[in-house]
Every structure is written in C-alpha cells, then in structure tokens.
C-alpha cells in the first residue's frame, strides 16, 4: 500500500503528511519538557536557599556540548540544503558530521560528566549537628556565612578516597570499594572523608566560595581523614546520585530524557546516511522523499537542539 | 525546514532531480545559517559571561540572573526557530498547534508562581 502525501502536499493542509506529522510531535514534546521545566522551577522556589546547589557541573564542558550541539543544527541544514542541491557528496559529509556531532555530545555526557558525580560524595548535616563540623562548613564568627547574609553552608563534599603515593592502583580501588560498601552497611556508623571539595576543605569561610567558578576547582587532600557520624547527616548521603537531592534528580531526569533524544536523532541520521534502501540510495531512486526525510529528522534536532539552549543556562549556570 | 527560496520544497526539490547543480553552490543559499550558528555561539559565550555578574545585588532585585540569562536562552530560541526550523515563513497549519502548546506551557509556568506566591501552609487531614 502507498501512502498518500509523503512528498506532494495536502490540498487540504496545503503540508506534505511528514511535515504536519513532525510538527504535531514537536508540539507534544514542547508540552513534555515545558512539564519538566515547569516541575523543576517550582520545586527550585520551593527549596530553602541553602538546598539549591550551584557550582556542581563543570561549565566549561556543559559550554563544549553547547557548541557541539549548535554546530550539529546549522550541519543538519546545510546537508539538507545540498541534497536538494543535488550535491550527494556533501550531503553525506554534513549529515555525517552532524551524527558525530550527537555522538560527541553523548560521549562526554556518558564518559566524563555523569561517571564524575558517581564518584562523588555528598552528605547533608542535620542542623542541629552543624557545629560538630563547622570548621569545613565557615558559617559562624564574623567573617562566617551567616554574617555575610548567607544561608548557612550545611553540605560536606568530596572523595571518599584518593590514591596514596607508592599505592598500586589495585590497593586503591580495592579501599575505594571497601569505603563504598562501608557507606551502606548500617554495623559501620561512621564516614571517612579523604579529600573535600574546595569550599568545604580550603578555608570554608572565604568569600571565594559564595559564587560558582567558570573553571572547576580541584578537591583538597586532607592531611587527616575527615570522619563525618552517620546519625548526623540527613538520609540521602552518599554518591551524587538523584537521591541526594532535587537538584540532581532533575538533571539526572532532564537531562537523561534530552539525551535519549539526541541518541534517538543519532540512530536516525546514521540509517539514512547508509547506503541501503530507506537511506542513502533514496538519493537515485526517490530523491525527493529522501529531501523530506532529512528535513523532518532535521526538524526534530533542532527541537533537541531547541531543549538543550535552557537545560545548559538552567542547569550549569544559574 | 522549508526552503526559504520557495514555497514548494517538494515540487522544488523533484525540479532539481533532473539536473545536477555545481558543487557548492548550497553554500550559497546557506551563508544565512552560518550567520545564525555564529550568532548562537556568540550568545552562548555571552550567557556564561553574564553568569558570572551579580545581577541581584547590580539591580537590588532577587532573580534577576534568572530572568537574564531566560531572556538571552529565549532570543538563541527564537533564532532556531525562525531560521533553521523556518518557522518565520512557516504556514498557519503548523503555527496554530504551536501556539496552543505555547499557552498551554505559560499556563504551567504561571501556576508554579501562583503556588509560590501563595503557598500551601498546612492541610485539613485530621491526623495532620
């Protein structure tokens, strides 16, 4: 059976099918992520100050994916502008470096940012227990937080671990998995810190601390292990996974949904620029419709590209 | 993606299957999207930069980062959309529907800040 409309338009829509189809789609994920946003800007005023990270995610990398991310619609556009050209040479080499271009976006996400906050400890100190641990937190005395109109600092950060010189890297994986698994069993009450992140490890009263730096900072070994008691911290300590916090569970959320897109558009791209039926050999056989293929799954990445531009500000920045 | 040089891309598009255009002159109907890629990296590197002022202390005014750094996402939005999605010569089948989940969004976002201007203090359960 042929289906009606895939190149010619409707007379009633005055659209070929593909083009109203995509746009209807794009509306409804319009609606998804709108829903998401919306969810997290409520959840986000509703949190007390000192809840709402800043800082957490490294900008200059969320900055890198940004350009990847543009760099892939305004390739997508020329492929498509060359194949209508009838220049098959340069549609293939546009529509490949935008798949690539989805690929890197997804490799740093996958490699390098999410694996960075798996191996991060988080903990939350129960207001009452805040001054057990004031020396990393610097919010009292005259030159503390409080005095400076702050919120009070109650989050100790850092690595459970870090490699000792002269240590194999076997002996440390072996004491990094031994402090993980320490974490969740209930007969050990205690957490031992090796290294703090900046704010909580180096002179955590410093007005340096009160913004987010553009470069990330590095973690401060500590000449003594920091113990934090487990009946002092709120439930939810441990790597920064979406259970930490809010905070992390809506960038898990939005973040892992925008990527499923992008792995989506990838998956896409990569079938039509292979040279078998529904893809590339269109280009002899059906040209047209191949030029109305590539314009819908361009459509769709730049609504993937569309979501990116408030995830980063919302996310990284602000 | 309409072409921006004709209002029947399909019809302009089994035009062209019969002849083969000289390499490289897409690039010519194309200098419009790099000025817009161009325009988007430069907005991108603004959007950090302006992230790091203190818009809330500049203006005395509690979110005004927020609303910034909104405002240019929005125009980096708008430049997609007009230009690489088409959507300024774009017909009313597709603007209608967009527009409904345009307000449909509003109206989600406008509900979050009725909820916080006027939050739930406590509840009717009897146990509560």
């Known amino acids: 059976m042929e289906i009606p409309y895939t190149v010619r338009p409707r007379p009633d829509t005055g659209l070929a099918n593909p083009k109203l189809g995509i746009w209807l789609f794009i509306a409804s994920e319009v609606m998804l992520f709108g829903g998401l946003f919306a969810g997290y800007i409520f959840m986000r005023l509703g949190a007390e100050p000192w809840m709402w990270p800043h800082g957490w995610l490294n900008v200059p990398v969320g900055t890198f994916n940004t350009f990847v991310l543009i760099a892939s619609s305004v390739t997508i556009i020329l492929s498509w502008e060359a194949l209508k050209m009838r220049n098959y040479k340069a ?36 207001k009452e227990a805040a001054e057990k641990y004031e020396p990393f937190l610097g919010n009292e005395g005259p030159d503390g937080r409080l005095f400076r109109g702050l ?8 690595h459970l671990t870090h490699q000792h010189s002269g240590e194999s890297k076997a002996e440390f994986k072996a004491r990094e998995h031994k402090a993980w698994a320490d974490l969740k069993d209930p007969s050990v009450k205690t957490i031992q810190i090796d290294a703090l992140d900046e704010e909580n490890g180096n002179n955590p009263k410093s007005p340096e601390h009160d913004r987010a730096h553009f470069i990330p900072r590095d973690t401060v070994h500590m000449h003594e292990p ?93 | ?39 988007l990296f430069i907005f991108t590197g603004i959007t950090v930069a302006l992230s790091y002022v203190d818009f809330d202390h500049l203006f005395n005014s509690h979110g005004m980062n927020i609303k910034i750094g909104m405002a240019v996402a929005t125009f980096k ?22 527009l409904f989940t345009f307000f449909f969004c509003l109206g989600l976002f406008l509900l979050c800040l009725l909820a916080y201007t006027d939050p739930i203090q406590t509840t009717s359960h009897p146990l509560h």
């Not at chain 1, 271009?101 to 490799?107: E, K, M, N, T």
């Not at chain 1, 919120?151 to 850092?158: H, V, W, Y």
């Not at chain 2, 999605?85 to 774009?90: G, V």
């Open chain 1, 226 to 318: 920091v113990i934090l008691q487990k009946s002092d911290l709120i439930y939810g300590y441990g790597p920064f996974y979406p259970k930490l916090n809010t905070y992390l569970a809506c960038y898990f959320m939005i973040t892992g949904l925008h990527g499923l897109h992008v792995l989506g558009g990838c998956i896409v791209f990569i079938y039509f620029w292979l040279n078998i039926k529904g893809g590339s050999l269109l280009y002899h056989t059906n040209h047209p419709q191949l030029c109305n293929r590539i314009e819908v799954a361009g459509l769709f990445w730049h609504l993937v590209d569309l979501v990116w531009i408030f995830v980063f500000p919302i996310f990284y920045l602000l």
């Open chain 2, 77 to 98: 939005v708008c430049l997609v959309g007009a230009w690489f999605m088409h959507l300024k010569q774009e017909k009313g089948t597709i603007w209608r529907p967009l």
């Open chain 1, 91 to 126: 549609y293939k080499v546009w529509l490949a470096l935008t798949w690539i271009c989805g690929l890197l976006f997804l490799a740093v996400k996958l490699s390098y940012e999410w694996p960075a906050k798996f191996n991060h400890f988080g903990a939350y100190i129960k």
């Open chain 2, 1 to 39: 993606m309409s072409d921006p040089h004709s209002s029947a891309p399909a019809a302009e598009s089994q035009a062209h299957a019969s002849t083969d255009h000289g390499h490289g002159s897409y690039l010519l109907h194309a200098r419009p999207y790099f000025m817009v890629g161009a325009a």
């Open chain 1, 151 to 158: 919120a009070p600092r109650l989050f100790i950060s850092g």
